[in-house]
């Protein structure tokens, strides 16, 4: 069974910053892309980013709207999935999701609150 | 960016209609399109890839078309559980964006 488990989330004050990581199992890692997606109360999702799978040598897309701010990584012998977000701001609040290549399976989501 | 509006925001129904929601590209995604549904407190869920094709799992009553730059998702025979808000994503260029979302909910 496919399971993607988001750990990380909080209260982080703005310019903090904060690691959100996933823990996947049920499925072969290395031959997924993997996604972050963020989405604020009562809003649209946002795609943050992704981090392509082994044959395509594990590199990176982000959303200009972090870019530089945000880094996706992965460690695939351990199965994770890492969100790096600095110099957060309050915009930054939202529920943020890790999703399986395709968006075939998300995780249950992990709140993120920027505020002093 | 490429713009996905997304029509209705809000649509009424009863159980046993049909409905449609449609999604406009304001560029050329092919058929990079999906559609997602999401319950309250719940992650999206995938209802169509490949802006025509079934997720697994997903009730045969739910079906995608495409006429142009317009993108439908179609719902046959609303049920009691179909109640939820549903969103495009296209995928064809970065940054991938999302339709604003349609709350569907019962008349």
Request: with cysteine.
């Given at each position: 069974?496919?399971?993607?488990?988001?750990?990380?989330?909080?209260?982080?004050?703005?310019?903090?910053?904060?690691?959100?990581?996933?823990?996947?199992?049920?499925?072969?890692?290395?031959?997924?892309?993997?996604?972050?997606?963020?989405?604020?109360?009562?809003?649209?999702?946002?795609?943050?980013?992704?981090?392509?799978?082994?044959?395509?040598?594990?590199?990176?897309?982000?959303?200009?709207?972090?870019?530089?701010?945000?880094?996706?990584?992965?460690?695939?012998?351990?199965?994770?999935?890492?969100?790096?977000?600095?110099?957060?701001?309050?915009?930054?609040?939202?529920?943020?999701?890790?999703?399986?290549?395709?968006?075939?399976?998300?995780?249950?989501?992990?709140?993120?609150?920027?505020?002093? | 960016?490429?713009?996905?509006?997304?029509?209705?925001?809000?649509?009424?129904?009863?159980?046993?209609?049909?409905?449609?929601?449609?999604?406009?590209?304001?560029?050329?995604?092919?058929?990079?399109?999906?559609?997602?549904?999401?319950?309250?407190?719940?992650?999206?869920?995938?209802?169509?890839?490949?802006?025509?094709?079934?997720?697994?799992?997903?009730?045969?009553?739910?079906?995608?078309?495409?006429?142009?730059?317009?993108?439908?998702?179609?719902?046959?025979?609303?049920?009691?559980?179909?109640?939820?808000?549903?969103?495009?994503?296209?995928h064809n260029e970065y940054p991938f964006t999302f339709g604003s979302g349609t709350k569907l909910e019962i008349k």
């Amino acid at each position: 069974e496919v399971k993607l488990l988001e750990s990380g989330g909080g209260l982080v004050q703005p310019g903090g910053s904060m690691r959100l990581s996933c823990a996947a199992s049920g499925f072969t890692f290395t031959d997924f892309y993997m996604y972050w997606i963020r989405q604020p109360a009562g809003k649209a999702p946002e795609w943050l980013g992704f981090i392509r799978n082994k044959a395509n040598g594990y590199t990176t897309e982000y959303n200009p709207s972090v870019k530089g701010r945000f880094t996706i990584s992965r460690d695939n012998t351990q199965n994770m999935l890492y969100l790096q977000m600095n110099t957060l701001r309050a915009e930054d609040t939202a529920t943020y999701y890790c999703a399986r290549g395709a968006f075939d399976y998300w995780g249950q989501g992990v709140m993120v609150t920027v505020s002093s | 960016d490429i713009q996905m509006t997304q029509s209705p925001s809000s649509l009424p129904a009863s159980l046993g209609d049909r409905v449609t929601i449609t999604c406009r590209a304001s560029q050329d995604i092919g058929n990079y399109l999906r559609w997602f549904q999401q319950k309250p407190g719940k992650s999206p869920r995938l209802m169509i890839y490949g802006a025509t094709n079934l997720a697994a799992g997903v009730p045969s009553r739910f079906s995608g078309s495409r006429s142009g730059s317009d993108y439908s998702l179609t719902i046959n025979s609303l049920e009691s559980e179909d109640m939820a808000i549903y969103y495009c994503l296209q995928h064809n260029e970065y940054p991938f964006t999302f339709g604003s979302g349609t709350k569907l909910e019962i008349k």
